[in-house]
């Protein structure tokens, strides 16, 4: 069984200010990670992935995660936030060669002016 | 980019009937499509798993008679809560796999069921 742990239900951040959202997950055996990006009215899109290789990647919006096998953990950065990043962030982990995703219970980012 | 149309994106019902949820992939394919429940404050959890012209595989806990899926096409499978009661109240959403992995995975924007 895998699990995955976002401690933070909301973060409010100032605009321009670095964020980082955590996510912690569990599982016995290797896996893929994702960050998924809900905006208002909209559904879930997949913000970055790390499936192998370079443990650290990218979004083209600025944002970044790095993976840290030791820590089990795959926490979401970004430098300077903008107004247009207000949407709520899902940590999701499979497991290699299974399709099915665990989630975990989001983080609401919001960007204060 | 790909897109996953869910309706209704609300709908309140009395205790005791049957609401239905369509989930329709716009501009691709999707052989398999996944139904996820989300209560308040709790993660996205896996209901079931359909394929185009077979049955659903559902996940442990989930009753397959009362959550019926249909996925009669390679764009449209729905969600039928039948006989609903409050404690079915909550977020369902729907996703679209393009591909083989799960990096093209595509959601739809969900649906809040409240049952009265």
């Known amino acids: 069984a895998q699990s995955v742990t976002q401690l933070d239900s909301q973060v409010p951040v100032f605009e321009e200010a670095p964020v980082e959202l955590r996510c912690n997950y569990s599982?016995?055996?290797?896996?893929?990670l994702f960050w998924y990006v809900q905006y208002p009215n909209q559904g879930l899109q997949l913000l970055l992935k790390y499936l192998s290789g370079s443990t650290l990647v990218k979004s083209i919006n600025g944002f970044e995660a790095e993976f840290n096998k030791s820590q089990t953990s795959f926490h979401l950065r970004k430098p300077s936030v903008h107004i247009s990043d207000t949407a709520e962030y899902f940590c999701a982990v499979s497991n290699f060669g299974n399709e099915k995703l665990t989630f975990g219970t989001g983080t609401r980012l919001t960007i204060i002016p | 980019g790909a897109v996953v149309s869910q309706h209704p994106s609300r709908v309140i019902c009395k205790s005791g009937t049957s609401v239905k949820i369509e989930c329709r992939s716009l501009d691709f394919q999707a052989t398999t499509m996944f139904w996820y429940r989300q209560f308040p404050k709790q993660s996205l959890m896996l209901m079931a798993t359909?394929?185009?012209?077979?049955?659903?595989?559902?996940e442990q806990g989930v009753e397959k008679d009362k959550f019926l899926i249909n996925h009669a096409s390679l764009t449209l499978s729905t969600l039928t809560v039948t006989s609903a009661h409050p404690e079915d109240s909550s977020f369902y959403i729907c996703s679209a796999r393009d591909g083989g992995l799960n990096e093209k995975l595509f959601f739809g924007s969900g649906t809040q069921l409240s049952v009265l």
């Open positions: 599982s016995s055996v290797s896996v893929y």
């Open positions: 359909s394929n185009e012209g077979s049955k659903a595989t559902y």
